[in-house]
T-cell receptor, first 117, second 112 residues
């Protein structure tokens, strides 16, 4: 058990739907991440939050909207998605996200498998 | 732009074999390199982290080496077991941040 939970584990949605993915970490960390894992592509970083502030947006389309109300919770709000957005969405956390970095281990949740029809 | 490559994409071996998994990267200016394991339906688990100043790290039957000058890392798995079956990912941290750049992974199947 990694201490990072994600809900739902599976989600099927139409292109006109609005849904949200939830991530919760029980590790006392201050940084949280969203990653996208598509078939046959490397894991891609989407967003980083450090102490509830967004510090990284990796040129993610605006149909993905993150929210971090506190250091333990991270959401990814989805609307008007495209079929190519179907993927496994992974959440991770670490103690901090720092520019002097490379020292922090990231702990991953099990992911939400998203299918957009 | 850093690119991380893992070849082959999949490997199937009989139980008991000693294995070498490969990872190559294009920019040698890295802070560290990590090997992760991903089981079906589960997230990633960090196996080993090698700092840029280190040459190798060991944990149980796993040994990871790093050669920055050649842009290569290997993950050695001794006496493989069916429980080692998973996808193994290599990831690099660089640029003085915690951002990870991943390879596509290698799916390992160890047959009893």
């Amino acid at each position: 058990e990694t201490g990072v939970t994600q809900t739902p584990r599976h989600l099927v949605m139409g292109m006109t739907n609005k849904k949200s993915l939830k991530c919760e970490q029980h590790l006392g960390h201050n940084a949280m991440y969203w990653y996208k894992q598509s078939a046959k592509k490397p894991l891609e970083l989407m967003f980083v939050y450090n102490f509830k502030e967004q510090t990284e947006n990796n040129s993610v389309p605006s149909r993905f909207s993150p929210e971090c109300p506190n250091s333990s919770h991270l959401f990814l709000h989805l609307h008007t998605l495209q079929p190519e957005d179907s993927a496994l969405y992974l959440c991770a956390s670490s103690q901090v996200f720092s520019l002097g970095g490379g020292q922090e281990t990231q702990y991953f949740g099990p992911g939400t498998r998203l299918l957009v029809l | 732009k850093q690119e991380v490559t893992q070849i082959p994409a999949a490997l199937s071996v009989p139980e008991g074999e000693n294995l070498v998994l490969n990872c190559s990267f294009t920019d040698s200016a890295i802070y560290n390199l990590q090997w992760f394991r991903q089981d079906p339906g589960k997230g990633l688990t960090s196996l080993l982290l090698i700092q840029s100043s280190q040459r190798e790290q060991t944990s149980g039957r796993l040994n990871a080496s790093l050669d920055k000058s050649s842009g290569r890392s290997t993950l050695y798995i001794a006496a493989s077991q069916p429980g080692d079956s998973a996808t193994y990912l290599c990831a690099i941290t660089q640029g003085g941040s915690e951002k990870l750049v991943f390879g596509k992974g290698m799916k390992l199947t160890v047959n009893p």
